[in-house]
C-alpha cells in the first residue's frame, strides 16, 4: 500500500517536475498556471464575443496577459496546453516556438496575431509577428520578416536543411 500511494504521489508531481529547472521554478510554474488560466478565459472571449469591439478588447488583453506569462523566467519550457485558440509551436531543434491565433472582424475577415519566443532561458526574447497580409500582392513571391508578416495561424513547422556549399 506504501509503494501504490508513493507512486501516486510521484505521479501527481510530474508536471511540476516537468518544468522544474531551479529550485524557484515551482513557484514560476504556479504564476504560470495562473496566466495560462487567465489566457484560456480570454481567448474565449476573443473567440465568442458577440461583437467586434468586444473580440479586439479581449485580443488586446490577450497580448498583454501572454507577454506577462513570457517574462517569466524559464516560460519557455512551460507549454500552454490548455490554452486551445492560441497554436503554441515548438521549434524542432527547440530553439523557438510561435504562438498563433486569429481574431474575426463582423464582415467575416480575419486578422493574425502571434509572436516568436527565442529560447533563451531567464531573458525573454520575442519579436512579435505584424500581419501585413492586406498589403501583400503576390505571397508565393514576397520574403518578409516578423515586421510585414504574412499572418496565419501555424499548425505545423517544417524543418528546412540547406546543405552548405564551400
Not at 83 to 99: G, Q, S, Y
Not at 143 to 166: F, H, Q, S
Request: hydrophobic share 40%; glycine share 4%.
Amino acid at each position: 500500500m506504501k509503494k501504490l500511494f508513493t507512486l501516486f504521489l510521484a505521479a501527481g508531481m510530474l508536471p511540476l517536475m516537468t518544468y522544474a529547472q531551479h529550485a524557484d521554478d515551482s513557484g514560476n510554474v504556479r504564476q504560470l498556471m495562473k496566466y495560462q488560466d487567465s489566457l484560456v478565459t480570454i481567448s474565449k472571449q476573443l473567440v465568442n464575443n458577440d461583437t467586434e469591439m468586444e473580440r479586439q478588447n479581449a485580443n488586446v488583453e490577450l497580448i498583454k496577459t501572454l507577454v506577462k506569462a513570457l517574462k517569466i523566467p524559464h516560460s519557455f519550457n512551460f507549454n500552454f496546453d490548455s490554452l486551445k485558440a492560441v497554436r503554441v509551436l515548438n521549434a524542432p531543434d527547440n530553439r523557438f516556438r510561435i504562438f498563433t491565433w486569429c481574431m474575426q472582424y463582423d464582415d467575416g475577415s480575419y486578422r493574425y496575431y502571434g509572436t516568436v519566443q527565442m529560447n533563451t532561458g531567464e531573458k525573454l526574447v520575442m519579436f512579435p509577428l505584424n500581419d501585413y497580409t492586406p498589403y501583400i500582392k503576390n505571397a508565393e513571391d514576397t520574403v518578409t520578416d516578423n515586421t510585414k508578416w504574412l499572418g496565419a495561424v501555424y499548425y505545423k513547422i517544417i524543418p528546412v536543411y540547406t546543405e552548405k556549399y564551400p
